[in-house]
């Protein structure tokens, strides 16, 4: 996937055709519309689906989850379990663009909330920590016994970042 022109925030509908030859039209909020006769493929964040309430697994079928069962390949949104197609990397839904008829002879599936989504807004909250004194022999044994100038260049240079210490709110720091 690849365009040369920005893309346009669209909500839109779309026609899917099931693994078993169903048909739904799918409601995505806040998608990206590319026009181009040349784009044959759109992306779906799983997590932006989770978000509107419908649960995601996007585990094929011939691959084992994490329970130990065979996947699913599908989205449960209510009663339905939109199964998708896998072709060997991906899983994904057959979809075109749905004729007025079909538009209104289908059933409606709302995969995306209306709800702004904002995967790329850092949100941090503020915890206040007690402030842990670790000598400078403390961090050479931690860091497998560099020298002291290494040691303090190592401190500064890695510390300064991190707000908190707690793992879950730091995991994209390296």
Sequence with gaps: MQSNDLLEVVDGYTLATLRDGSCFILHVNQALLEMGAKQTESLLQPHQVRACGNAVDDCA????????????????????????????WKCFYQ?????????????????????????????????????????????????????????NTTIKSTTQMVKSALEAETREYM
């Design 61 to 88: 079928t011939c691959h084992l989850a994490s329970n130990g069962e065979p996947g699913t390949q599908s989205i449960l949104s209510g009663q339905h379990a939109l199964k998708m197609h896998f072709d060997g």
């Design 95 to 151: 979809i075109r663009k749905a004729t007025p008829e079909e538009y209104h002879n289908y059933p409606h599936i709302q995969l995306t909330s209306s709800s702004p989504y904002e995967p790329q807004r850092r949100r941090y909250s503020r915890r206040v920590h007690k402030a842990v004194d670790v000598s400078l022999d403390e961090w050479r044994a931690r860091l497998g016994y560099p020298t002291l100038e290494v040691t």
